[in-house]
């Protein structure tokens, strides 16, 4: 029988985290902790952030790519009092970083950020009485991505204002060398988990309650930092980046999250109604693709990336159980890759339900068209595959294990069956040829009644094969620029702390495209204007379509796209045959199989082939025929407020303040809904215990 114990233990997810969704990471520490006998309740500071400024303010933050340091920097003046930068030169980078969030208005946004930052005091204060009402005997904080900096300063607070309160930190950002550094370097967190926490968070707190700070390092579970280390030394590592870290390898057996205080949170929260809480599951850890190839540029599973997964009938039953529980059907999985064995048997157990969930997965690119539609029926409506290019070459720098063709299918059959796509362009990469770009550009106009992704620049990631073996690629890597305003850390000190890194040699490290990069790079300069001209008309007015049907003996295309050649096609005979067997993106050599084109002479087939291609409706691509219309009918596509991760509603602003908000500072202001990534967004539902994507 396990023993319980009335002392409280307190979890915090910090700003700037999704508040559309619970933290899954303490969800699942906060089922271990009920497990051993001890109680715990999770504070959503997170939450209490976005009431504290007000939707306004909180929109350009939640939205700010994590390299920028923006939301670091707001708090780095409480967690680091001693540490002051010039306030404005961080804002003249990050302006000249972001270059679409300068012009006109700056002067605003600028004068609104340096506000901000001077109101984080009040906030970190407010936060803190709410916390220590509760009398804990020890509080952790979970940090990912913007949450490092934001734990710090409120665990040094707490620190201050309670000294026998033990401090706790875990999370991608504590994974290995990082976890080392944050321990070494700030001696205000008394104990660092660098890797999964399931089965050692119980223990761990157990022998917290009865030694305190005093654990020798020897009683110390693996992947765990203590204040004796310091004294003691830490333990040896084969490389900084090989830090220990503690790993789960059996999933089966992990309790489901306990998501009660993220209800009872937005329930009173001011913001109830513009909430649209999805719920995060995990069914796997690791990569199955990346034990085989690491993707270059991926540095999200650390230094576990053997994969490990949950039986997939107990996959479909945990997500039966937790939308019944917490009464949503959104359903957002934050694995890696969806396992490989899931479609055949994991899906059918959804595809029953007489109500269908609304489910996110990430996969693999290389999706056929049946498995798209096994996905869409069983209620997998919005996927994030990993596409990241639309040319072959580039993906073989990544090591994506996929084709141009596999991406443009894999785009073409999910607006077939109305599942959402998560996915951006790439561009920057070691090797990489203009030329390629150039080639790319001229295709875009062909899809733009497909969904569009945008053009992201490559992040150097610590953990990825790049940041691994820089030298190699003719990297010299540094920490991001943003961070030498935020830590008070040498550079290499800082080196060991933060997760993105940028490339010394290269003068210009804006995300976005900019002047110079048309300058130096025309194809690079086609790509960007096709992809602004293919999310123009993908978000205009009326939606570009190319579809067709089949009667037997022809095929009657309609086109609406800008490039349609005609609006209406009558396909008949040889070219019916080459738009059938383009349509799966059959190989050119495999043509001669189709019965109708068997006793054709090759010249017949070329030509059929090339006035195919010159009406647009299929494409030449790694050998294959790739036709590019869609069935009709087609299933419509989801509204973005529909991602199964939760959505957050930005229209308007509550009409009256909470009775224990009224005094804390708030302002509210009235905002306009703005373009947000849920690619990027879904991010933050990442575990205290492990990095994730």
Not at 163 to 189: K, Q
Not at 409 to 432: A, D, H, I, M
Not at 657 to 676: K, M, Y
Request: aromatic content about 10%.
């Amino acid at each position: 029988m396990i023993m319980s114990i009335d002392v409280p233990i307190v979890l915090v997810n910090m700003p700037v985290s999704a508040v559309e969704r619970p933290s899954l990471a303490l969800g699942l520490l906060k089922s271990a902790l009920t497990q051993a006998g001890l109680q715990s309740t999770i504070a959503y500071a997170n939450i209490w952030f976005l009431e504290y400024i007000g939707i306004a303010d909180y929109g350009p933050l939640e939205s700010c790519p994590p390299e920028e340091a923006l939301v670091d920097w707001l708090f780095a003046g409480i967690a680091f009092p001693n540490f002051e930068r010039e306030q404005n030169t961080f804002l003249d980078l990050y302006f000249e970083r972001n270059p679409i969030r300068a012009g006109k208005g700056m002067a605003e946004r600028r004068a609104n950020f340096l506000r901000l930052r001077s109101v984080i005091g009040g906030f970190i204060d407010w936060t803190a009485d709410k916390i220590l009402e509760k009398r804990p005997a020890m509080v952790g904080c979970s940090s990912t991505f913007t949450q490092h900096v934001p734990s710090l300063a409120l665990l040094r607070r707490l620190s201050e204002r309670s000294p026998d309160l033990v401090t706790l930190m875990g999370g991608a950002n504590c994974e290995s060398i990082m976890g080392w550094s944050t321990h070494a370097r700030f001696p205000w967190v008394d104990y660092v988990v660098s890797g999964e926490a399931d089965a050692l968070i119980g223990p761990l707190c157990w022998d917290i309650l009865n030694r305190g700070r005093d654990i020798p390092p020897a009683d110390l579970p693996f992947g765990v930092f203590g204040p004796t280390h310091r004294e003691a030394g830490y333990p040896a590592a084969s490389t900084r980046d090989l830090v220990p870290r503690a790993v789960i390898e059996n999933m089966r057996d992990l309790p489901l999250p306990d998501f009660s205080d993220y209800f009872a949170e937005v329930e009173a929260s001011l913001y109830a109604d513009r909430i649209h809480a999805g719920l995060p599951m995990e069914f796997s850890r690791g990569c199955w693709w990346g034990e085989r190839s690491h993707c270059m540029f991926c540095g999200l599973n650390g230094g576990s990336m053997t994969y490990r997964q949950k039986p997939a009938g107990q996959a479909a039953a945990e997500m039966i159980e937790m939308s019944a529980r917490y009464g949503s059907s959104r359903i957002e999985a934050v694995d890696n890759i969806m396992a490989i064995d899931y479609l055949e048997k994991a899906l059918p157990h959804l595809t029953a339900l007489p109500e269908k969930l609304a489910i996110f997965f990430e996969v693999k690119a290389n999706l056929k068209r049946h498995e798209v539609e096994k996905l869409a029926a069983a209620g997998v409506r919005w996927i994030q595959p990993g596409i990241e290019s639309l040319d072959t070459r580039v993906l073989k720098l990544m090591r994506k294990g996929t084709t141009s063709a596999h991406n443009v299918l894999l785009l073409k059959w999910c607006r077939q069956y109305g599942v959402r796509v998560s996915w951006s362009l790439l561009w920057g990469f070691p090797g990489e040829s203009d030329a390629w770009y150039a080639e790319m550009a001229s295709s875009l106009p062909l899809l733009h009644h497909l969904q569009p992704g945008p053009a992201v620049r490559l992040r150097y990631q610590r953990y990825s094969p790049y940041h691994h073996t820089a030298e190699k690629h003719g990297l010299k890597l540094l920490p991001a620029a943003p961070y030498r305003y935020v830590y008070p850390l040498s550079e290499r000190d800082l080196s060991d702390q933060v997760y993105y890194f940028e490339d010394s040699e290269d003068n210009d490290v804006s995300g976005h495209f900019t002047v110079r990069d048309a300058y130096r790079r025309p194809g690079l300069n086609a790509v960007a204007k096709g992809i602004d001209a293919w999310l123009k008309a993908w978000y205009g007015p009326t939606l570009s379509m190319l579809s067709m049907q089949d009667n037997g003996d022809e095929i009657i295309v309609e086109d609406t796209r800008a490039i349609a050649v005609e609006r209406e096609h009558r396909v008949r005979g040889l070219e019916r045959e080459i738009l059938l067997a383009a349509d799966e993106g059959s190989p050119e050599t495999r043509l001669r199989e189709r019965p109708g084109a068997a006793n054709v002479m090759q010249g017949e087939i070329e030509a059929a082939i090339a006035d195919m291609i010159a009406r647009k409706l299929i494409v030449r691509l790694d050998a294959r025929l790739v036709g590019l219309a869609l069935w009709h009918p087609y299933t419509p596509i989801l509204p973005p407020t529909a991602f199964p991760g939760g959505y957050l509603d930005r229209r308007s602003t509550p009409a009256a303040p909470r009775a224990d908000r009224e005094n804390c500072g708030v302002h509210f202001a009235r905002s306009q809904p703005s373009p947000v990534s849920f690619a990027w967004r879904s991010r933050q539902s990442c575990r205290f215990v492990h990095p994730c994507r």
